[in-house]
């Protein structure tokens, strides 16, 4: 079975550009969440979704944004970047919202020049 | 404030040796918790977890040890291998009760088996 995969792997972005990054969870997951890393830190959490809906924002801007899809896939969306959005973003899928065990894509390495 | 904190950034052990691996925690709610394994350029892969009502969980040559007094969990790898080098994270969920299952991570420790 596939796991969940992420798109790109790699992206390079300048300061005040918008980007998306994409998400498709493990097959029968209906949940999925949304980590920054950056260098020398754990993974924070920036969102949960399930069936469509938002259940749980980390403390991150505004200029964050995500949303799930009927498939549940789901996009993570970053307006006006700034150079401390440089990190890698993972996203994390589980059968449901209530779901201990997430397991976690490859991740989106983001650089902002 | 770190609420899941891991505090020996680093970790050295030989081929065959067991490897102790900490982690604290100060939020009372979390009651469940999980390690995950990290390679460079990779997402961390979910390892072994425990629940707040057990004080022990094994599987294969991972055991994880949960001292609820203490706020203090630790995975033992026995016996090591050189395949094991790799960040290894601790993270906890507040569940019961919550709108969302978030994973709370501490800030990993590299873990080196020496052939």
């Known amino acids: 079975d596939a796991g969940v995969t992420q798109s790109p792997t790699h992206l390079i972005k300048t300061r005040g550009q918008h980007v998306t990054l994409r998400c498709s969870p493990i097959?029968?997951?209906?949940?999925v969440s949304w980590y920054q890393q950056v260098l020398g830190q754990g993974p924070q959490f920036i969102f949960q979704y399930y069936e469509k809906e938002e259940r749980g924002r980390g403390n991150f801007p505004d200029r964050f944004s995500a949303r799930q899809f009927p498939n549940y896939s789901s996009e993570l969306n970053v307006n006006a970047l700034l150079l401390g959005d440089s990190a890698l973003y993972l996203c994390?899928?589980?059968?449901?919202?209530?779901?201990?065990?997430?397991?976690f894509g490859p991740g989106t390495r983001l650089t902002v020049t | 404030d770190q609420q899941v904190k891991q505090n020996s950034p680093s970790l050295s052990v030989q081929e065959g040796r067991i490897s102790i691996l900490n982690c604290d925690y100060t939020n009372s709610m979390f009651d469940y918790f999980l390690w995950y394994k990290k390679y460079p350029a990779e997402g961390p892969t979910f390892l072994i977890s425990i629940s707040s009502i057990k004080d022990k969980n094994e599987d294969g040559r991972f055991t994880v040890f949960l001292n609820k007094s203490a706020k203090h969990l630790s995975l033992h790898i026995v016996p090591s291998q050189p395949g094991d080098s790799a960040v290894y994270f601790c993270?906890?969920?507040?569940?019961?009760?919550?709108?969302?299952?978030?994973?709370?991570f501490g800030k990993g420790t590299l873990l080196t088996v020496n052939p």
């Open positions: 097959s029968g997951h209906k949940s």
């Open positions: 993270a906890a969920i507040a569940g019961s009760g919550g709108s969302n299952y978030k994973l709370t």
């Open positions: 994390a899928s589980s059968r449901q919202a209530s779901s201990y065990e997430q397991y």
